[in-house]
């Protein structure tokens, strides 16, 4: 599920916006005919929080909301299937019901809600420190650095003992590389997270094996809205027989200030 802040947050549109739709007063003319239609298309509200359509064992859908290190690859896995779309995307077919078997952590990352869902998901254990202005923006205090972090939820007041956070990741070309937008936190124990993990879900961009590098672009969880221009997470490794536009599902880990993709 998702709230109408974080759902409106993702169309680039506003919370009031939104819940005027939602009683009714739709666009009829105007660019914000495809954003309606695609939002009502794909999502239901129940009981106050919208659920993807068709996925009704789906609990926590997620939508995303812009160096030296081992080399590790990334490729798809044997139970993955590329067909062509006609949105000229690969369409994957993933087997696989848990995306995280492969780190050794007792929370796991929950799955995607859909096939070619968009998403830059992940766990990040930290203590959220705000700043001096507002709530929502502050820092992550983690063990092995300090990140700029911000908080989703309107009125809410974030735990200050460390806590596993629920988070969408951005990647920056400044230090520290990470901004986390914290969505909310685990009840569990925060040593039961050994490894801060992500699930990087988007089209190949570029792909630089000599710089043991490569980019996977984010976008709205849509059918076609052109206007949304999309955002870029930057991830070290490299990439099995590269297409450009190709979709790709990364599990990676932070390894400092950097996502480090591992096989899956």
């Not at 939002?39 to 929080?49: A, C, K, L, S, T």
């Not at 809410?156 to 920056?172: A, H």
């Not at 801060?196 to 849509?222: C, H, M, S, T």
């Amino acid at each position: 599920m998702i709230s109408t802040e974080a759902l409106a947050a993702e169309f680039n549109i506003t919370p009031s916006t939104l819940k005027k739709w939602l009683k009714g007063s739709k666009p009829s003319k105007g660019k914000y005919v495809r954003v309606c239609q695609s939002i009502f298309d794909q999502f239901e509200y129940v009981d106050g929080e919208w659920v993807a359509k068709n996925e009704p064992n789906n609990t926590e859908t997620i939508l995303p909301v812009s160096e030296k290190q081992p080399s590790v690859t990334a490729k798809p896995t044997s139970e993955q299937i590329a067909t062509s779309t006609d949105t000229g995307l690969l369409e994957v077919k993933n087997e696989k019901s848990d995306l995280t078997e492969l780190v050794s952590n007792k929370i796991k990352l929950q799955d995607p809600g859909f096939k070619n869902q968009y998403r830059c998901l992940g766990l990040v254990k930290g203590r959220y420190i705000p700043g001096n202005e507002t709530i929502k923006k502050g820092i992550l205090l983690t063990d092995s650095g300090v990140f700029p972090a911000s908080i989703l939820k309107r009125n809410w007041s974030p735990p200050v003992d460390e806590k596993i956070w629920i988070t969408w990741i951005r990647t920056g070309k400044e230090e520290p590389h990470l901004h986390f937008c914290l969505r909310e936190f685990k009840e569990e124990d925060p040593s039961d997270l050994n490894k801060d993990i992500f699930n990087v879900r988007g089209n190949l961009r570029i792909w630089r094996p000599e710089q043991n590098k490569f980019v996977i672009a984010i976008r709205p969880n849509k059918n076609a809205i052109e206007d949304f221009k999309p955002f870029y997470i930057d991830i070290q490794g490299t990439i099995t027989e590269p297409r450009a536009d190709s979709f790709w599902d990364v599990i990676a880990i932070r390894e400092g200030n950097h996502l480090v993709s591992t096989p899956h």
